[in-house]
């Protein structure tokens, strides 16, 4: 059709037709084979470096064509022969290489025992020789293959590019560059090395049989029987490859590697040639016809399949892990279990040594067989066996450092250097972590033994140890016995704690911090020593080996040390904190002994130990006291004793210091609440009000000087009245002493009429009942002129209530009976002979004692007013030896009337004797008390309950004073049923009900 054009003229212009689209004409099969022939040539010119020749457009253009004209598997196919023509001859090359290399280093035989020599690698010595030098030659040219394959893929791949975006798809085929990985991977690493040969016919094609797996690499490129070769095991070049990177990696274990960095480099290229060629070979292709199936077993296996499933790529590396990762990690396995059993002892066994060996194919296990047999001395020539603990642990902390090192160096998967670090932590700490603790002399409970037993400082255990203290652990000096000073001066809590040692604790706590379950161990060896020698200290409290006060500090010096370990060594893991208290509670909760012994302890240091000390010391001596008094379960023991104590100290006036008295309380309070302290601080009001009271009574007894006669009692004083200081105590604040007040001198009776009745006039309602047993008194004693000297000597004695009844007895009579001073003062018969041995000791002899020896004889043992005693001081502070004392130098008479009157006596009265380990009467008393008072708090509240939980919520509640046995609370169970607080159930015995 066309058409004319006219312009406004008439005339004619340029004319127009509009033809038909021409046909479309399929490019014959003819053609697509000259086509591709000439794409073919142009990737052969690629691969044998001539491509600066070549059109990349017209090339280009001719694949594009290929695919447009529906010859697309045409093409692909010839790629994939031509590809495969081109590794043949690289893989035959690379074999063929092989085979000189060994027969230039001395080899002979068939291809299957050159396969095995260097299958079986790791037993050739050092490394450094000659033939080492031509084996690296096959990782060389393998490498360099690779490399230059890479190169040729990337320009291939930029020919066929319209391929792989349109043909390659629609087809579920590889794409070019994943075809030529996976094709180097089946034509060149899994080449059999008995085929040296490239195979190929005289067009030049590709025989059908080429690419052969190898039985341990079950992968095929189709389903030809012919290709599996009926089960024959046939060695490839990637176990050849495979096995000389092992062997590198285990010369540079040994520290015998030449070049090691230019080697180093080498073995990681070829690791990120294997996980690149697993990385092609991931997909579900249409090719793909494969499957991959690990071989070997045992831990290393292990380890690999978990490091692949803790993997978080997502990509499955079945070369890598086929080929390299698990005979690496089982070689890594087996170099570390004998290398760690050699160090710590004289022998390895055949049974250690092949543990782990099945793992990995043939080149792994052939090779770690004899890699093994030469690494039981250190690299210094030093035997394995004559390495200590410490040693020990110094080297396989440089081990794990030198894997990680190396695993970086070869750029290893995140996967493989976890199995691996956890494969070597496994060999050289779980498998030998008993052992370094419990190894005599150098391990973790020797060591620990050392820093538990250093001495006080200034004893001469101290310097004795301190000499000696390099015999543990490999090496060391008198100088590595540091001191660290308990609240921070230089006084007798002080404490020797040996740093040094604890610095070889934590390097075994931080190595052994890799493998979690391994520090059980640490922590057992920890509680183990703690209870040991907690026991020592209980049993010698138990045989008087030594006094409360003693046994206290022995365990203040114990906590001191073990907390340095637990904090220095152990890092303050909670764990080790946790164990720590329960090995204290362990032994000091055995009986109430530790809380008796750390009231008596707390008494000394409150009297003498902080006289004079500042704040800070008395702080932090306190806070050591609170520390173990945290680990008592019978807190309210520890009350009984602490609140007798603070009672004599308070009516007794030996307090070294109010604030540090009141500091103690606060920390009672904080750490039991303020019910626990409540009485404590009423016995600190008491005495305040106490002092007011006093002064009050002084200024009244002013006033009536003028206007009362004196009492006829107070001729005995000379006519002058006794000036009495009383303390008023409120009953249920102090301790309860149900003794009989004893006959008072008429003289100091007048004066506590006196007052009782000014008292009593003041605060109407009240009623005082009169503690003798806890009072003291001041008396003025004359003795008769010496020999050559006519002044009387005069003595002012500072005694207790006791003894002042005792003493005033003689100012009419020089000698009485014990039967006799017994009726006239009815004082107890414990603490009257108690008083009466303190007036007759060889210092302080104001009596005379008729028998010989310390004890009493008896009820007509004598005693005499000595007029010979002297003393250089005027005024005399006559001390009370302690119950203790009195009792053991009685005799067994005076043992069988002292029953009789036992009611006598404070602390017989209250059941409270220091050092004793059994639970004191009246502390057992309020125990009832309490808990049947829990018991029906928590039915009246609750209403219904069975047994079980009853139990568990009174201990609960009760805990913070005493822990009470399931059988205390089932008695008391019994009881308050038996008076109606309680019923059981008619259904279920085991549960109660609260009767309203």
């Known amino acids: 059709m066309s058409f004319n054009n006219r312009n406004n003229n008439g005339q004619k212009s340029a004319s127009y037709s509009i033809k038909p689209f021409r046909s479309y004409s399929q490019m014959d099969n003819t053609s697509a084979l000259a086509t591709f022939q000439s794409l073919a040539s142009a990737m052969d010119e690629i691969h044998n470096r001539n491509a600066s020749t070549l059109s990349f457009e017209e090339l280009y253009r001719n694949a594009y064509n290929l695919v447009l004209h529906k010859h697309g598997n045409l093409l692909y196919e010839g790629i994939t022969e031509r590809l495969t023509v081109h590794l043949r001859r690289c893989g035959g090359r690379l074999v063929r290489l092989q085979r000189d290399i060994h027969s230039g280093s001395g080899g002979g035989g068939d291809a299957s025992s050159k396969i095995n020599h260097h299958l079986a690698v790791h037993s050739g010595g050092s490394g450094g020789g000659s033939d080492s030098l031509l084996q690296y030659r096959l990782l060389e040219e393998l490498s360099k293959a690779w490399t230059e394959h890479r190169i040729t893929m990337v320009m291939v791949r930029d020919i066929f590019m319209y391929m792989d975006r349109t043909y390659v798809p629609q087809q579920r085929k590889r794409p070019v560059y994943d075809l030529g990985l996976w094709l180097f991977r089946r034509v060149v690493w899994e080449r059999s090395m008995g085929d040296g040969e490239d195979h190929v016919d005289e067009g030049g094609g590709l025989i059908h049989q080429a690419i052969m797996p190898s039985a341990g690499h079950n992968n095929s490129l189709d389903d030809d029987p012919m290709n599996n070769m009926a089960g024959e095991v046939t060695t490839t070049l990637g176990n050849v490859a495979s096995a000389l990177l092992l062997q590198v990696i285990h010369q540079d274990r040994l520290d015998r590697l030449d070049d090691a960095p230019q080697r180093m480099a080498l073995l990681r290229s070829l690791v990120q040639m294997l996980l690149e060629l697993a990385h092609a070979s991931n997909g579900a292709y249409a090719d793909a016809a494969s499957s991959f199936r690990r071989v070997g077993g045992g831990a290393a296996a292990a380890a690999s399949a978990a490091a692949s499933a803790a993997s978080n790529s997502g990509n499955n590396m079945p070369v890598y892990e086929r080929d390299f990762e698990e005979a690496f990690l089982g070689e890594s396995q087996d170099f570390y279990r004998v290398e760690s059993t050699s160090r710590l002892s004289h022998g390895i066994s055949s049974e250690t040594t092949n543990i782990g060996g099945s793992g990995g194919n043939n080149s792994s296990s052939t090779g770690r067989s004899g890699a093994n047999t030469n690494d039981n001395d250190d690299d210094d020539g030093k035997p394995a066996a004559k390495y200590s603990a410490m040693e020990y642990v110094h080297r396989a902390q440089s081990r794990l450092q030198e894997e990680r090192v190396r695993a970086s160096t070869l750029d290893l998967p995140a996967s493989t250097r976890a199995a691996l670090l956890r494969i070597v932590e496994t060999e050289l700490i779980e498998r030998h972590a008993r052992t370094l603790v419990e190894m005599e002399g150098s391990g973790f409970a020797s060591i620990l033994k050392v820093v538990a037993s250093s001495p006080a400082i200034g004893s001469v255990a101290a310097a004795s140890s301190a000499a000696a203290a390099g015999g543990v652990g490999g090496g060391g000096s008198s100088g590595r016995m540091m001191m660290m000073h ?10 020797v704690i040996d740093h040094e040692r604890i610095k070889d604790l934590a390097s075994m706590y931080e190595l052994f911090s890799r493998v979690p379950s391994s520090v059980n161990h640490l922590r057992d060896a920890l509680s183990e020593r703690i ?64 809380a008796n012994c750390l009231a008596v302890y707390v008494d000394e240091l409150l009297r003498v130990g902080l006289k004079g000390a500042d704040e800070r010391k008395v702080s932090a001596e306190l806070d050591r006291v609170v520390v173990i008094f945290r680990y008592l379960s019978d807190k309210d023991v520890f009350e009984a004793y602490y609140k007798n104590h603070l009672a004599k100290r308070l009516l007794g006036n030996k307090s070294g210091s109010e604030e540090a008295e009141r500091a103690m309380v606060s920390l009672l309070k904080a750490e039991c609440g303020y019910q626990y302290t409540s009485k404590l601080e009423g016995m600190f009001n008491d005495m305040r009000i106490s002092k007011e009271t006093a002064e009050k009574y002084r200024s009244h007894k002013k006033s009536l000087n ?43 009776k007048a004066a506590m009429d006196r007052f009782q009745k000014y008292y009593l006039n003041t605060y109407t309602g009240r009623k005082l009942s009169w503690q003798t047993s806890t009072g003291s008194a001041e008396i003025r004693a004359t003795f008769p002129p010496q020999k050559g000297s006519s002044k009387t000597r005069r003595h002012d004695l500072s005694v207790t209530t006791y003894q002042m009844c005792i003493l005033v007895l003689f100012n009419t009579r020089d000698t009485l009976t014990l039967k006799q001073i017994r009726d006239e003062t009815n004082i107890p018969e414990d603490e009257l002979r108690r008083h009466l041995v303190s007036l007759c000791t060889p210092k302080h002899r104001i009596l005379r004692k008729g028998s010989k020896g310390k004890g009493i004889s008896g009820d007509d043992d004598t005693f005499t007013y000595n007029a010979d005693y002297t003393s250089k001081m005027t005024r005399v502070k006559v001390p009370m030896v302690s119950m203790r004392d009195a009792s053991s130098s009685s005799s067994g008479g005076a043992k069988g009337n002292g029953s009789a009157s036992a009611a006598g006596g404070a602390s017989k009265s209250a059941g409270l004797v220091d050092g004793s380990a059994s639970v004191p009467l009246s502390v057992e008393e309020d125990r009832r008390h309490l808990l049947e008072a829990a018991i ?36 008391r169970v019994e009881s308050l049923i038996e008076r109606e607080y309680l019923e059981r159930d008619e259904a279920d015995r085991r549960v109660y009900r609260y009767m309203a």
């Open 486 to 495: 308990a609240g921070g001066d230089s006084s007798e809590s002080s404490v």
């Open 531 to 594: 209870k040991i020698d907690g026991r020592a200290l209980v049993k010698d409290q138990e045989n008087n080996v030594a006094p409360p006060a003693a046994f206290v500090k022995g365990i203040l010096a114990m906590r001191e040390r073990f907390h340095a370990v637990v904090t220095d060594a152990m890092k303050g893991e909670k764990k080790a904190q946790k164990r720590m208290k329960e090995s204290f509670e362990d032994f000091l909760n055995a009986d109430a002994r530790a």
């Open 706 to 748: 003028n206007t009362v006669s004196n009492d006829a009692r107070d001729a005995e004083n000379g006519g002058k009245p006794v000036d009495v200081e009383v303390s008023v105590l409120t009953t249920g604040y102090w301790p309860s002493q149900n003794v009989a007040p004893c006959i008072l001198p008429p003289a100091v």
């Open 936 to 971: 029906v708090r928590i039915m009246k509240a609750r209403k219904v309950l069975n047994h079980n939980d009853l139990v568990a919520e009174v201990t609960r509640q009760l805990s913070g004073r005493f822990v009470p046995p399931p059988q205390f609370v089932k008695k």
